[in-house]
């Protein structure tokens, strides 16, 4: 018996008892791949009581690289869009921009893309290939198609899937676009959080297939939905349970907010919904299908603390500050967000707030939307 495979079999009996494995396939798919093969050139432990988090590198050849690659968590496997653990001796703080998602987070997708013999998947974000390998161990070669964004992360994919002597059809460039050449597919499953779902996903899934994607935003809430494709090219379907988070697909990525307008000329009024709210998770989910182009801050204008929200594509902006026990709310540009967003966390309110689960979105080739009920 390897070294590993007492390691594997604790890892899938950990993640069959969360529930994230729950059909025979899957599990026999998930059985038959050795996650450590992609992660061989190494990954990055957050470093305790630092801030901001400072990130070390743990390579193959160090006590506890494979029992990590094991254990039912996420690890880093690139910083700041070019550094790898091997790059690095002692400890880094920048952004991590790629990373092996925590395997029961991977299987419970997997699972949720309700799958069957000889179809055809089209993966978003090959990433470091595990999830590929086990598409592809489930379905066939033959049947799985895997974009890449980034080059290098593309490359080591490729080569872990090779040792393991698995070849699906492997692209790099932007996931966003899809890949014509293979459509329709039957299912399209994305590894990374979208801003808005691609029309050319909705194109390039055949009417009655599954698109399962997180959708997140730029208030950081996101949230794991599967849309179901229709004939008219539109899809909807319910929202997921789990908060589930993924990194924003680099194209998706807020643009700089540049030169501050100037927050002390808009029109003022008391608000209806305090700012105070943005600090829940689902509240923020919900306020991003109103306000989509909006980016969150906090800043001292004069004596007082004002949270602001900046639309830097449109101008729009709304700045929220307290006063006597109430909220006052000042906007400016063409597309005021706080009243859009007043409007659809009323909405959300006058339904009795009921959780994501109860939702679904709605996706057409112009906009998304989130209803609460049937989709």
Not at 242 to 267: K, T
Request: net charge negative.
């Amino acid at each position: 018996m390897s070294d590993y495979e007492p390691l594997l079999r604790q890892l899938i009996d950990a993640v069959t008892a969360v529930g994230s494995l729950r059909t025979d396939p899957w599990k026999k798919a998930a059985e038959a791949v050795p996650r450590h093969e992609f992660l061989r050139t190494g990954f990055f432990r957050a470093v305790p009581h630092t801030s901001p988090t400072a990130w070390a590198p743990v390579l193959q050849d160090q006590d506890g690289w494979l029992s990590a690659c094991y254990a039912d968590e996420s690890l880093v496997t690139q910083i700041a869009g070019t550094i790898r653990p091997a790059n690095i001796h002692g400890e880094i703080m920048r952004e991590p921009t790629s990373s092996s998602t925590l395997p029961s987070l991977v299987l419970r997708m997997l699972e949720d893309l309700l799958v069957e013999p000889d179809m055809n998947v089209l993966e978003i974000g090959t990433g470091t290939g595990y999830s590929t390998a086990v598409l592809c161990a489930r379905l066939g070669d033959d049947h799985v198609t895997s974009i890449e964004y980034d080059e290098g992360v593309a490359q080591q994919a490729r080569d872990a899937l090779s040792r393991l002597g698995t070849f699906p059809t492997l692209l790099t460039g932007d996931g966003l676009a899809g890949h014509e050449h293979g459509a329709p597919y039957d299912r399209i499953i994305a590894t990374c959080a979208v801003h808005t779902v691609p029309a050319t996903w909705l194109e390039q899934t055949q009417p009655g297939g599954h698109i399962l994607t997180t959708i997140g935003g730029w208030l950081n809430a996101s949230e794991l939905v599967r849309l179901t494709v229709h004939e008219d090219g539109t899809a909807s379907g319910p929202v997921l349970s789990g908060q589930v988070s993924f990194m924003l697909a680099r194209p998706h990525l807020p643009p700089p907010i540049g030169l501050l307008p100037d927050l002390s000329a808009g029109n003022e009024r008391e608000a209806l919904i305090g700012a105070d709210v943005l600090t829940d998770w689902t509240t923020r989910f919900v306020a991003q299908f109103a306000a989509p182009q909006a980016q969150h801050m906090q800043l001292r204008h004069g004596e007082q603390d004002e949270d602001v929200l900046i639309d830097a594509m449109s101008g729009s902006w709304a700045a929220l500050y307290e006063e006597n026990g109430r909220w006052i709310v000042r906007q400016g540009g063409p597309q005021p967000p706080w009243d859009a967003i007043e409007d659809h966390l009323g909405r959300w309110h006058a339904a009795g707030t009921p959780t994501v689960q109860k939702a679904a979105v709605r996706v057409t080739a112009q906009s998304q939307s989130i209803h609460w009920g049937h989709a």
